[in-house]
């Protein structure tokens, strides 16, 4: 079974086994290499924090434990997070915009920004080939957010 793939509730001849969840589609996120452990957390939460509401497909039924209480809706698949360096980010972001997958960034700007509006004009300042990339998230069929992220390796 690939890391992309949900596990089964038992072993697939046990009576009574349900089929392994396969997704067509892979969220990923890819961080630069050499971001503090604080900030791989920060961007890899902001990073995916848009899904939902651009493709609300990804998102699961809300969740209650055993006393009723009720808590939010996550994921209905796995998000896998990548590192590589500044050129594994760079090759990522081009091969992402050629294939019109949808993307979130971030900058190195946004770490000295504090709200919403000062991020976005932090990222429009700055021409698409001069992003200072550390973060990355690509969603999107299997096959092309593969490719987009060639050269990148599982977080450890």
Known sequence: MSTHEAAPEAAPDAPGAE?????????????????ETWQRLN???FLVSGLGKQFPEVIGEPYE?????????MFRQPVLV???????????HARALSRALPRAL???????????????????AVATADLDLVGLAVYGPKNAVDKVLKGARMHP
């Open 19 to 35: 089929t392994p969840v396969r997704f067509d589609t892979k969220i990923a996120v890819l961080l630069r290499e050499d971001l």
């Open 43 to 45: 961007v890899t939460a």
């Open 65 to 73: 434990d055993a006393d009723a209480v009720g808590y939010l809706p």
């Open 82 to 92: 990548f590192e590589g360096t500044k050129e594994t980010l760079t090759t990522a």
């Open 106 to 124: 971030f900058t190195s700007d946004l770490f000295t920004t504090g709200n919403d509006r000062d991020n976005r004009a932090a990222v429009r």
